[in-house]
Nanobody
Framework: QVQLVESGGGLVQAGGSLSISCAAS????????MGWFRQAPGKEREFVAA????????YYVDSVKGRFTISRANAKNTVYLQMSSLTPEDAAIYYC???????????????WGQGTQVTVSS
């Protein structure tokens, strides 16, 4: 069993940067692909970024390409999402997922966390 705990969310001004983290415990996620999804009020949960177990391959939704960077530190059982040039449209609860392969679908993941709130003021 894997427990995922997101942290680092908060309030940031539009145009600013924020880095959020996801720490895994209970079992190493070194062989798991990891993904970030987000959900804004009244909207569906959407894919943001994913990374292979080795960190060698990353995937992004078009709206965050060039602004967000997903990375991982397997020795720390942690995955990160560095966000820059944030806009109010990026405001959401961000969720971390772990699964056998990178995917844009939450159904392909086995574990997920409780989320961390990111608020962007205009």
């Amino acid at each position: 069993q894997v427990q995922l705990v997101e942290s680092g969310g908060g309030l940031v001004q539009a145009g600013g940067s924020l880095s959020i983290s996801c720490a895994a415990s209970g079992r190493t996620v070194i062989t798991y692909a990891m993904g970030w999804f987000r959900q804004a009020p009244g909207k569906e949960r959407e894919f943001v970024a994913a990374i292979s177990w080795s960190g060698g391959t990353t995937y992004y939704v078009d709206s965050v390409k060039g602004r967000f960077t997903i990375s991982r530190a397997n020795a720390k059982n942690t995955v990160y999402l560095q966000m820059s040039s944030l806009t109010p449209e990026d405001a959401a609860i961000y969720y971390c997922y772990a699964g056998p392969r990178p995917s844009t679908s939450t159904g392909d993941y086995d574990y997920w966390g409780q989320g961390t709130q990111v608020t962007v003021s205009s």
